[in-house]
């Protein structure tokens, strides 16, 4: 078993940044693919980024490349998310997610999920 926590979200203006943390226990994180997720209210849970075990393959959802950097540090167990140039349509619930499988952006082949921390973007 592998718990997730997520921390780092809050209330930001659009332009500006937050930088969310997901911190593992339970089992090694490293040989893990992570992701990070996010859900608006009344949308589907869609793929924001995900890394390879090594962190040497990247993925991001085109909404937002370029604003957005995924990283990982295995010997802290921890996984990030840094988010620039922030806009009203990235308001939602960000999940990070750890899956067994060679890197995937498919929420069913990820086994462990976070609780969630809610990132708010305002006008």
């Given at each position: 078993?592998?718990?997730?926590?997520?921390?780092?979200?809050?209330?930001?203006?659009?332009?500006?940044?937050?930088?969310?943390?997901?911190?593992?226990?339970g089992r090694?994180?490293?040989?893990?693919?992570?992701?990070?997720?996010?859900?608006?209210?009344?949308?589907?849970?869609?793929?924001?980024?995900?890394?390879?075990?090594?962190?040497?393959?990247?993925?991001?959802?085109?909404?937002?490349?370029?604003?957005?950097?995924?990283?990982r540090d295995?010997?802290?167990?921890?996984?990030?998310?840094?988010?620039?140039?922030?806009?009203?349509?990235?308001?939602?619930i960000y999940?990070?997610?750890?899956?067994?499988?060679?890197?995937?952006?498919?929420?069913?082949?990820?086994?462990?999920?976070?609780?969630?921390?809610?990132?708010?973007?305002?006008?």
């Open positions: 078993q592998v718990q997730l926590v997520e921390s780092g979200g809050g209330l930001v203006q659009a332009g500006g940044s937050l930088r969310l943390s997901c911190a593992a226990s090694t994180f490293s040989p893990y693919t992570m992701g990070w997720f996010r859900q608006a209210p009344g949308k589907e849970r869609d793929i924001v980024a995900s890394i390879s075990r090594s962190g040497g393959t990247i993925y991001y959802a085109d909404s937002v490349k370029g604003r957005f950097t995924i990283s295995n010997a802290k167990n921890t996984m990030y998310l840094q988010m620039n140039s922030l806009k009203p349509e990235d308001t939602a999940y990070c997610a750890a899956s067994s499988r060679v890197l995937t952006v498919r929420k069913e082949e990820y086994n462990y999920w976070g609780q969630g921390t809610q990132v708010t973007v305002s006008s």
